[in-house]
């Protein structure tokens, strides 16, 4: 298939299915992809339902090809969860993952999004769920990261933990307990802000956007400005109501969409007339 230019693709929604729109983006053009595709099981009523046990045979061909689009310094964010089934957890996305690394990926890191605001509930054996996955997947050991762009105000910790310190144990760099593990702990006084963890605490979208499963702004954005600098193009190949478009123009980056649904192509465009207040339209690839 002949692949077209990249502006051809640039803050468009492209309708239709990912497998045929992918090979059509040129190799290495994209700087960022963060997405959450469909769950195994789930969204019966919306989309074509992949089985838990095909999921990876399903999405490896598409991994497959996102890691030609991305460039070598770039990032792939996958937010997914595994379902429940028969009283224990299945282990397609632990699949996927090994199967990933098999096809070049490197699986550098995973962070949790804690939903801060997701309904109580338990199950005979289990709890409501209150966390996902997000995948940190790259090329290379080598890409783009800009910690200090999701830096973090310290709080009054510090002033509480270090108020009764003597200055030896604000230098200590042995632990008391001479296990190894002891911190300069001066390298952190005075400082306003500090690096997050990799947990994530934001609240799930209480407004869906008319989509079944719409993640919250917060969440791209988080990931958009960790790995990218303005200007740079971020992908969604199932952009659904247009979350990560809209992310992405907030700070000043560029987007590319991917969405089977055509009622949702017109939902995510017009939610991007509105919210970033942008003429854009659709396009076909």
Not at 48 to 75: M, Q
Not at 128 to 152: G, N, P, S
């Amino acid at each position: 298939m002949e692949l077209k230019p990249i502006y051809n693709f640039i803050n468009k929604i492209l309708c239709g299915d990912v497998k045929e729109i992918l090979p059509q983006i040129p190799s290495n053009s994209v700087d960022l992809i963060v997405t959450s595709p469909p769950y195994a099981d789930k969204r019966k009523n919306v989309y074509n339902t992949i089985p838990a046990n095909k999921y990876v045979e399903w999405f490896l061909p598409i991994a497959n090809e996102l890691r030609r689009v991305l460039k070598d310094n770039g990032s792939f964010v996958l937010n997914i969860k595994e379902k429940a089934e028969n009283g224990e957890r299945h282990t397609y996305v632990i699949e996927l993952i090994l199967e990933m690394k098999n096809q070049g990926w490197l699986w550098v890191e995973e962070y949790i999004w804690h939903k801060k605001n997701s309904y109580p509930g338990k199950w005979p054996n289990r709890f409501r769920d209150a966390w996902e996955r997000c995948l940190h997947f790259t090329k290379q050991k080598k890409f783009k990261m800009y910690q200090e762009a999701v830096m973090i105000p310290t709080g009054n910790w510090a002033k509480e933990r270090l108020k009764n310190l003597s200055e030896r144990d604000k230098m200590r760099f042995e632990s008391r307990s001479k296990s190894g593990f002891g911190k300069n702990i001066s390298n952190w006084l005075k400082r306003d802000k500090v690096y997050p963890t990799n947990v994530l605490y934001l609240p799930t979208e209480c407004s869906n956007k008319n989509h079944s499963a719409a993640f919250p702004v917060a969440l791209p954005s988080w990931f958009i400005r960790l790995f990218t600098e303005e200007g740079d193009i971020v992908l969604d190949p199932f952009i659904g109501s247009g979350t990560t478009a809209v992310a992405s123009l907030q700070l000043n980056r560029k987007y590319i969409g991917i969405e089977i649904k055509e009622e949702y192509c017109k939902l995510a465009i017009e939610r991007i007339k509105k919210e970033v207040k942008l003429n854009l339209f659709s396009g076909k690839a």
